[in-house]
């Protein structure tokens, strides 16, 4: 007797062109589901290696699934190549501050923060201040 399975799960569009694998990869990401929005995100980077928003994503899904070294090198890549960057910047502080690498963080998360004018990117700056001082 076979056993009843579901269906495989098919993202719409993934692996197809890079704007409907960043669309989907996207939407998973937002939802909290990494792993599957790698499964998405490389094969696209196979056909378009120097896609910005796919990396992008990657960056993101390793960061979220605290891959935080790989979170770390994409972003580091992301920065050297546009410097003006101020999510990848950010994103790259916070990575170094959770790898409790304050001193690198804080110049990424300062820039960052004078770039956005964001609050929340100046809170992150005032926090790993905080970490470096108490060192």
Known sequence: ??????????????????????????????????????????????????????????????????QLQKATDELTRLVEEDPSDTWARHTLGRALER???????LPHLRLAAAMSGDVEHEVDVLRVERLVEGH
């Open 1 to 66: 007797m076979d056993e009843l399975r579901p269906p495989p799960i098919v993202f719409p569009g993934a692996g197809s062109r890079p704007e409907s694998a960043y669309r989907t990869a996207y939407d998973l990401l937002s939802r909290r589901a990494p792993k599957e929005a790698l499964e998405v995100i490389e094969p696209a980077l196979e056909a378009d290696p120097d896609n910005r928003g796919l990396r992008s994503l990657r960056a993101w899904a390793f960061y979220i699934r605290v």
């Open 99 to 105: 790898q409790s690498r304050h001193r690198e963080a």
